[in-house]
């Protein structure tokens, strides 16, 4: 049993996570590598508190907030958690520079949740080559999961391959005949997620019949829209960021285009996006999920999302609650407890490494019924099954089954 | 052909964008003969104090004129704390200065409203425009406020002692102080006007591309692009350029295979570049004889 546990006041919020057991080892096989001690657990970690992408940040705060909690019930295994959070703007030459520190001068156990493609990709191989888990890194490109040529790092969120390859399954299922037009940033998100989409249509990828693909310093999308109205697509696929997510939604419904839409997972925020391109335009879109949202009156009752708004209340009260980042947060961060919880008193990196690898059917309190956090050593994509949504009136609502995205393995 | 139509009138809809931001551009270009890096971010935060006044349950016009008057006084101010002091200081001294601007309004809007993206609400309502879905009745009032400005602006220049002065004050400071005018007063001035037409530019196209710290990143160097097109001393050239810009940009990326994807916003550097080679003084700029 987990002797130290027993003690805490406040197990009710740790209950799913006891529940799902574990193994605690002696105390004569304690095990430390940098970081890791019989008192702390040092985690590092890089948002973009400033910069363009600061809105991200938040991830950053709720972790912080959700470990201060964990420390405040006793940490884990009786180990309070140190969590350095050093800002990194969203800048990769930043982002090695802060690497660096966190594991060269604070000697952090591991890095946790670095936030953005860019920025992880540029500290992948640094600290693939000082042997430091870069562990469930904040972004959905495909790389952060390839276990072959980085043993050391690890996603968390759905692939964007797998995203894609959700739609692919969906579209096939109810518009065997669509034609496809697809708008994507022409970047990770945007191939990533193309890819997915034209290997999960696989034979059929001619359904395809127009791609357009924008940067991010275009001022406006509209020309783009235009075109691809003009290929006669009755889908449009539109694998965008925030601002470009709300300009695309507004223009087709300004142009009378109303295809069966498909608003890609980056940018379903309510808040965020949808309001903001008005939800008139917005009535009808399709997208997909993996998280509760924290807006739902479905999870009213639910006791995961009831532990959420209690971690808010206490730790986080100032935090917007519908934004999507706080719940990703909390969930990305009750993982890690418990990856830290299973490896008990052997707080090595490559014992790290091994549990977090061996996650089977863990559900954090956020994650949708059905969907479930796992990992081998040959899977370092946590979570692959997402559940398609419609967009209603003012909110989501979930509809058909949990469609599973696996990437070959 | 309907494709045609469609991006062409598409391209003038964003040139208006492009025009409104060039206005600003080639306004402050007059008064300190140099173009201010962070013109753009100016806008960008004039529009934020409107924004935050609107949602303060100010009404748009109420609001409007207020930030008009806010962005001139801190036009003004700029100048006469950051920008005077460096007056005989190094060309590149004042570029550092421009981007050191850029970079802290940016940061500060951003601490202060966040990243996400706003809606900022449009005086002209957003219905088609003349049966036009292309074009809206926000942007087609975002093209007459352009036109009014444009001959404001000009009227300004040509019948007012002050306008005279200033343009007196940028082409010749050394005759103009002679004849008793306050040539560093003009370029104060300078920037609270072309702060305050920034200010305009940015309440006009934050309804269209949404408002947050960076709306103005590309639009910048599309405006520069229609300002160096039209000719960077001529206010006119500046807002024909932005409307040529606009349509060449959609014609370019709609027919010239490859470009539409990857090469888009290159469009407007190439521009920039071809007519400072082939025509420095763009379309309609006078051109500038120094005496030796």
């Known amino acids: ?409 | 052909m309907e494709l045609f139509t469609n991006q062409v009138l598409a391209g003038i809809a964003t040139g208006a964008i492009y025009a409104c931001m060039a206005l600003a551009v080639v306004m402050i270009y007059q008064a300190i003969d140099q173009l201010n890096f962070a013109q753009g971010e100016m806008a960008m935060f004039s529009t934020f104090l409107a924004w935050q006044m609107i949602q303060w349950g100010v009404p748009f016009w109420g609001a409007f004129a207020l930030t008009l008057v806010i962005s001139f006084a801190g036009g003004v101010m700029i100048e006469r704390l950051l920008f005077k002091p460096l007056a005989n200081a190094p060309i590149l001294t004042h570029v550092a200065g421009f981007i050191a601007l850029f970079a802290i309004l940016n940061s500060v809007a951003g601490l202060t409203w966040d990243f996400t993206i706003k809606q900022f609400p449009s005086p002209f309502g957003s219905a088609p425009f003349l049966g036009s879905q292309l074009i809206s009745t926000h942007q087609a009032g975002m093209i007459a406020v352009t036109l009014v400005l444009l001959l404001a602006l000009y009227f300004f220049f040509q019948f007012t002692r002050i306008g005279l002065a200033m343009r007196a004050a940028a082409a010749q400071p050394e005759s103009a102080r002679l004849v008793g005018i306050n040539t560093s007063w003009m370029v104060a001035l300078g920037w609270g006007m072309a702060s305050a037409i920034g200010a305009i530019a940015g309440m006009m196209i934050a309804p269209v591309v949404f408002l947050e710290p960076n709306m103005m990143g590309g639009v910048l160097i599309y405006g520069f692009a229609a300002a160096v097109l039209g000719g960077l001393s001529s206010p006119f050239g500046a807002v024909i350029g932005g409307f040529l810009v606009g349509i060449f940009e959609n014609l370019a990326g709609t027919y010239i295979p490859g470009v539409g994807n990857e090469l888009k916003l290159p469009i407007a550097l190439a521009l920039i570049i071809t007519v400072l080679v082939v025509k420095p003084n763009g379309l309609f700029g006078r051109s500038v004889v120094k005496r030796v």
């Open chain 1, 1 to 409: 049993m987990p002797r130290c546990l027993l003690r805490l006041p406040f197990a009710a919020l740790l209950a799913a996570t006891i529940a799902l057991g574990g193994v605690s080892p002696s105390a004569a096989q304690k095990a430390y590598d940098p970081g890791a001690s019989d008192t702390t657990i040092k985690i590092g970690n890089l948002m973009p508190y400033s910069g363009p992408a600061s809105a991200y940040a938040i991830v950053g705060r709720i972790e912080q907030a959700y470990f201060r909690m964990v420390n405040d019930q006793g940490g884990i295994n009786g180990r309070r958690i140190e969590f350095i959070s050093y800002d990194d703007a969203y800048s990769p030459a930043k982002a090695v520079e802060q690497t660096r520190r966190l594991v060269e001068r604070d000697e952090v156990l591991l890095v946790f949740s670095a936030m953005g493609t860019p920025s992880n990709a540029a500290i992948q191989k640094y600290l693939d080559a000082k042997k430091v888990p870069q562990l469930f890194a904040a972004t959905g490109a495909t790389r952060f999961g390839d276990p072959a040529n980085f043993p050391w790092t690890m996603g968390w969120q759905p692939p964007y391959q797998t995203e894609g390859r959700v739609y692919a399954k969906y579209i096939m299922a109810t518009k065997p005949d669509a034609k496809i037009a697809v708008l994507y940033q022409n970047d990770d998100l945007g191939k990533d997620l193309l890819k997915g989409l034209r290997d999960g249509l696989g034979a059929k990828a001619a359904m395809i019949v127009a791609e357009d693909s924008y940067e991010i310093g275009e001022p406006t999308i509209d020309s783009h829209v235009l075109r691809l109205k003009a290929s006669g697509a009755d889908v449009f696929i539109s694998i965008t960021t925030p601002k470009f997510a709300a300009q695309a939604i507004r223009t087709a419904a300004r142009i009378e285009w109303r295809p069966l839409y498909v608003q890609t997972l980056v940018s379903a925020s309510i808040g965020a996006v949808i309001s903001v391109a008005g939800f008139d335009n917005a009535q009808g879109l399709v997208s997909a999920a993996y998280n509760k949202d924290a807006a739902d009156p479905q999870w009213r009752d639910d006791p995961g999302m009831q532990r959420f708004h209690a971690f808010l209340d206490a730790y986080a009260p100032d935090v917007n609650r519908t934004d999507n980042s706080a719940v990703y947060g909390y969930g990305a961060a009750q993982c890690l407890v418990e990856v830290l919880r299973r490896a008990g008193d052997n707080l090595t990196r490559a014992n790290i490494m091994k549990q977090a690898a061996a996650l089977q059917g863990y559900a954090p309190d956020t994650l949708l019924p059905g969907i479930t956090v796992d990992t081998s050593a040959s899977d370092f994509h946590p979570i692959e099954r997402l559940r398609m949504m419609r967009f209603s009136g003012d909110r989501w609502e979930l509809f058909g089954e949990v469609i599973g995205g696996e990437l070959d393995k």
